[in-house]
């Protein structure tokens, strides 16, 4: 019901979007998405890439005198820095790790300048449309999201402190560790490596009954929308993996009337929304835009060697944060809008139960 | 492109699917089907639940003189085995760790019976439509699915031997490990409670091209797909969370005429299958039909305590592996048709890389 | 949002279907749907197909104690009166101006047992699961929708009197001209020919709001449920082709606080159901099967004559009232979920206006 | 499969579009796209409004090199000649005859500038997505789709000279009449009044195959497409509504070697294009925005008059057939798209029967 639909390469003229469904009459400014797309951009920190793109959104349709009108909403971002330079080296070669190959076999034909539609950069668009879709969820329905990195590379990380998430370039929640990342992301930086990343993503406020009983479960449509972003291997929801050794009569969350005893299950049963806090997780992949010459193939199929050079980010897991926010909210929203379609004039006589608390 | 729309409640009169794309063409027999759907099957062994079904499915359209006729394939299993009893209990209260809350928070009124929509009975008509996505992917581009048991509770079990499979009730390709796992489910029968587990799905011969770049990757519907089968709470693809602690020299795939080094992309770059070996994994929480008393509400929002008795399984993940297979073979299928209907004209002039070997 | 999926053949051994997104809480029982079967039902009267089939309907799924429960809903209806007979004749032949031949080239295969897929029969479960649309839309919302035969052949009807289309085998609003059609519809049975129809839909006490402003427009939809209907060869709006030679002064509805002063637009302005009535209209052509012999080929595409023999509707326009009522059923409840969706938070400020008074 | 989602307002920044599912490999330039934007554009000739558009379309992204990539393609109009007016006057009110009323009731706010979201001016995108499916259907198929203008008002056209249409204001493919149309137009603009127009299409070299069996049949998904512009209200494939008066002896086309023996069908048999040409009309209503005042209400929904000045087409349908033509191409190469998807590898026996020569 609430769709997004991107188009853009990274070294195209623009990066856009259509926003499709978006309920009226919310107040909705540039500013209001610019805000999200900032916390996403690059160059902020010495540890992301350098390219520096300002990242001016512009709302072209579906906003009036302040509001959204219902009507698509079209979204537009001019591409600005992107460095004309020698692309021979990557042109007739395909980098290991990378899109390079399977858009050759898919397509026979592939923009090869910086990715072009497999680059990061088309998760611009995600947090642009997710912003919009956050701001619906947060005024309306209370719903607050909030990611942060679970762990770098060995350095598993608390969140203790949400609040912290915003002022540093880590999205670290656990502030006390950041001296110890800032030192494994400047090794890591002369090695010329890169490294993996897990995000948590947290939504509180979500009302229960969102999601559908079988194939478009809401655990299912998250774990879609955060697999479907650039380099994520895995997904969790509440226990996630550790779910594997766990007793029955360990992991089911119990009930009373002042509210679960905990959160095993991350928000969700039987497809459903239980009014518990969301929360899911994801694994992404280190990025294999390396120094280190790796050995790969020709676009004849002859052996060769490839050097990755170019600006680009060690850990891509630095700025996922606020893209698998944006990916919560727009499957959260889209849920919301399918709910209540169906279910609108539901009586409902079970009182809601509270969120476990916390810690 | 190849949808499976299903119906049916656990202790309604019949489970019920439509399956619309199928090409013509495919010789499809109910015998076909049911060769899967035995494996799935309920009451084979002690280790699941003696609820005792027949499952004999009959194809009611879509198949003429042998063969698919490229029209909707309508399948239909009675149920037999509702063994009527008093469902008092559960009427009126929700079973922690299950959907019942959930449902009647949704829909303001739910089948309770056997779980009703809920039930994992509904997993029959995946594995009876992914029987017919198996059998083309099979005869037709020569795509071999194998699932297997990777983990119950704490005992890890390899993957020495895929043929061992069918022949042991814990789909384990691990057989010297059998007495373990037989003595482990004997204790928690008698203990009353329950174990999580984790099933991989391996999918070989898949040709590279099938998937989308953005929102529809190969690996986000392969999520989907997973992650919506009852009671899994996380999807891994190749490396998965394991890529956290990976450096990018580490977890490339390089590329050589001779093939991939290794698998740790599990199949998929950028969203596309690279010709690589599909390898994906889910974790399965423990069952919360457990005969340990659990706090919970009932339908006025009071405290109350329930104990779920009647037929279930002590591991849902010794029967998982069919449906997960079954669900890999239905994102397969889909993205296979429509990666035909936009790219059936591509002339690709790279050689495609051969997959890794597995060890 | 609402959405059907049927399969089945005419000689298969069930026609069924799936209704997804049914709001829970409906009161529905088999006999809600039966009565629009009987409607829809051969054999009631001689101008229709002699074959006779009881069409009894079963809900496998979806409904719990008389009530939607909001999962969905399974319907089957057994074939009963699949006389078997030789159908070397058209199984190597294609009957001009039916699908055969169409199928033969689309799929390579085809059943050609009666029709296949491409049977009328298919459309039992348009009427079955346009029921269960109706009943919600005149429960909950008071939407009637009745439809009537405007045209046989020459022959153009009135809508004097809706309420006597349910007593007559025409479904004919203009009961005085029952014995014209009587003498047209047995003269002609005489010659072994066919004629075409044209049948009208009036849906009133749609409220103002449902549909989209582009490619979704209410009468896009209304026009493609419609056109789908077997044998339909145009569809209609309002003054549809009559507009063709209207002025604007002429075509435009007039607004006032009493309502519109008439209904030229049928019901919809941009996309939009306006609160009038919807009026739809439908030409179907005369079916193809008539005992006149005609030129076609045969498999190997040499020159050849057929016969068709059968039993067969001379007309079947005349019993495709309750199915065109069904799509507009089926298309008002989606666009209606549709719209809750998207609005249900919309204060609206102006007055609703009535809709025209009809004459 | 071919998707395109359109933005933008009559008085917004911008007009763009996204076109997902483009086969990659197509020679396309913003000129190919530009010469039906041209066809479709205002201020050409003294008989369309006075707005005054360059229309000049910018690829954004899913072309490099000359080439589709089968990645998204943005494409973006920039909006010039927005006479900036006072709009007070249709602030408040409801014009008779158009979406006003009924934007106001579905969303509770409207963008009232020209009218926004409702304006023809939308489809400049249809034709913008048009063209490129046109030239992938016409290169690559060799189907080859015209437009014409059949019917102004009263003055019924015949289709002699397709080369015309080209060469006239009109569309008019009946060039002795132009005299007869300059006229019918010019007395129309005195009297500030509007018009009604009937246009057609043939699309000429459609293989057989194209549409599905039951709802999506071909011709249901051309009537939807076909509604779904700006001022339609009436449909018709064939014979269309004469259809209701034709005889099965009469109207059923039959097969020889040689070709079919005529087109009443229309180019579908069962949902299914059956190699004949496709033939569709479409009836357009005269524009609501008359000079002569009318009645309607206010938001408050109090009785007043409103005068629509401004910039109109007093005859819609004279710049309505590119728009036509191009949803003709999106559906039929969505179908083409789909076709391939299911019956990519079915081996046909029969010999495809040439169209029917036309007259």
Known sequence: MF????????????MGCVVDGCPPGLALAES??????????????????????????????????GQTTGTPIGLLIENKDQRSRDYSKIRDKFRPGHADYTYQQKYGIRDYR????SSARET???????????KYLRTRLGVEIHGYLAQLGPIELAAHDLA?????????????????????????????????????????????????PV?????????????SINAVKGVELGAGFAAVRQRGSEHR????????????????LGGIS???????????????????PGHTIDRDGKATEIVTTGRHDPCVGLRATPIAESMVALVLIDHFLRHRAQNADVERSTPVVPAANRD
């Open 164 to 212: 912290a998430v915003e002022h540093n370039p880590f999205f670290c929640a656990d502030p006390d560790r950041l001296p110890e990342l800032e030192d494994f992301m400047d090794e890591l930086r002369e090695q010329g490596d890169s490294i993996g990343a897990k995000i948590a993503v947290l939504a509180s406020g979500v009302p229960p009954g969102l999601g559908e």
């Open 114 to 117: 910086g990715g072009g539609r």
């Open 124 to 134: 611009t668009m995600r947090v642009a449309a997710g912003a919009i879709a956050r």
């Open 215 to 227: 194939f478009d479960k809401l655990e299912a449509d998250l774990a879609r929308g955060l697999m």
């Open 32 to 65: 209001d998405i610019q805000a999200d797309l900032e916390r996403r951009r690059p160059g902020k920190s010495r540890h992301t890439t350098p390219r520096n793109e300002p990242d001016q959104v512009r709302i072209l349709s579906g906003v009036f005198e």
């Open 253 to 268: 969350d119990e009930l009373s009337p002042d509210g679960f005893n905990k959160n095993d299950a991350g928000g969700t």
């Open 3 to 14: 769709t997004v639909t991107t188009f853009g390469e990274s070294h195209g003229p623009a």
């Open 274 to 292: 239980s009014g518990q806090d969301i929360l899911a997780s994801i694994a992404l992949k280190p990025t294999s835009s390396i120094s280190a």
